[in-house]
């Protein structure tokens, strides 16, 4: 028994891993492990050789036993040093370079838009880029064959065989959201509305989807003079410098009297300066609601009466920022994107103080 144990503590000592140690338990201690046998051995002995064999032999199982447990413990503890010795992670090695996303010009333009009306007072308005013609069309008082709707280059949604119904079309303007929104909320109301819109067009300063705000302001007692404050306010705020504008009579059917705005501008070398200089570039269609606009949209013309505008926000962050050709704006190049887009981190704001 002695030997027995002297082979046992050996074996034991010399496990190397865990696994190992296992096996070695179940061959010795398992249900047909060596010394299991020897303790059923003890049924064939007298009474005699039971006395002391069984004692000691229950002795062996014990120490046997605890010896399995200490060795387990100290691999286990083993195993974890190895891990913490190999496994460690320089927390203070500079990461890999990760190119960084920019802010695409019209996000960045439609944000310093909608910041500089916020703090006049205008909420944000939505409507869909899918539109009924009569949101698009008819509300705004252009109805069918009205000469109006052959220009502005409109795509129509196709429909099935059969279906007779007027077609639906990608809004050509942001107009369709004065209907929506009047309808909605009723007045008094003061909304701006930026988003998509589009035209069959396409050369250097039009492409076929493009970007508009809408302005809508309606009330008791609005007139072009509000509308004129309003956006010398709006062109100062987004230059960042005083911007004369000038009001050249216009029509669009959706207003009455209509006016085509300008901002005062220079052309030196090329370059184009917003707020200096005596030319002059169209930036925006606007006048005052038309009746029959207001009535469409559920709203009291004897009672109310508004102004309203449409402005082109790729137009303007062109100027803004200098960027020369529009196609540019959609054709998703990274270089271009690049070099135009704004760092998400470092961007110019209107309250940068
Ligand atoms: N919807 C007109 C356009 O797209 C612009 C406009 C809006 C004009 C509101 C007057 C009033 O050209």
Same mark, same amino acid.
């Given at each position: ?13 010399? =496990? ?13 201690? $398992? ?8 303790? /059923? ?10 006395? @002391? ?29 190895? /891990? ?25 333009? @439609? ?15 939505? $409507?869909?880029?899918? &539109? ?17 709707? =052959?220009?502005?280059? +409109? ?16 809004? +050509?303007? @942001? ?7 009047? &309808? ?20 250097? +300063? ?23 404050? @309003? ?12 911007? &004369? +504008? ?48 207001? /009535?469409? =949209?559920?709203?009291?013309? =004897? ?51």
């Amino acid at each position: 028994m002695d030997d027995l144990r002297e082979e046992y503590l050996k074996l034991i000592a010399e =496990a190397g891993d865990e696994s190992g140690l296992e096996a070695l338990r179940v061959q010795i201690l $398992g249900k047909k492990g060596e010394l299991s046998l020897r303790m /059923r051995e003890l049924g064939g002995m007298t009474p005699e050789e039971r006395q @002391t064999a069984g004692p000691k032999l229950n002795a062996l199982k014990d120490e046997i036993n605890s010896a399995f447990a200490s060795r387990k413990a100290g691999l286990a503890d083993a195993a974890l040093e190895n /891990r913490l010795r190999d496994e460690w992670l320089d927390v203070t090695l500079p990461p890999r370079a990760r190119r960084e996303g920019s802010i695409h010009p019209v996000s960045q333009v @439609t944000e310093e838009v909608t910041a500089i009306f916020a703090d006049m007072g205008f909420a944000v308005a939505e $409507g869909p880029q899918i &539109e009924t013609d009569f949101y698009n069309f008819d509300a705004l008082n252009m109805p069918a064959n009205h000469p109006a709707r =052959a220009e502005m280059d +409109t795509f129509y949604m196709s429909r099935r065989e059969g279906d007779n119904r007027p077609p639906h079309v990608l809004r +050509t303007h @942001t107009s369709p959201v004065q209907i929506r929104s009047m &309808e909605a909320q009723g007045a008094p109301i003061r909304v701006i509305a930026p988003g998509r819109v589009y035209r069959a067009d396409y050369d250097q +300063t039009h492409t076929p989807m493009f970007h508009q705000v809408e302005g809508l302001a309606v009330d008791r007692d609005i007139d072009m003079a509000n509308l004129k404050w @309003t956006l010398e306010e709006f062109f100062s705020a987004f230059f960042g410098t005083r911007v &004369e +504008t000038r009001f050249r009579a216009s029509h669009f059917p959706f207003t009455e009297p209509s006016a085509e705005v300008d901002i005062q501008c220079s052309w030196d070398g090329g370059q184009v300066r917003v707020g200096e200089g005596d030319d002059w570039l169209e930036v925006l269609g606007s006048g005052m609601v038309h009746p029959k606009v207001l /009535r469409a =949209a559920g709203v009291d013309p =004897a009672e109310w009466r508004g102004f309203a505008f449409g402005m082109g926000i790729d137009r303007i962050a062109m100027l803004k920022y200098g960027i020369p050709d529009l196609r540019a704006f959609f054709d998703s190049d990274l270089r271009w994107l690049r070099h135009y887009g704004f760092s998400p981190l470092d961007r110019p704001t209107v309250h940068a103080g």
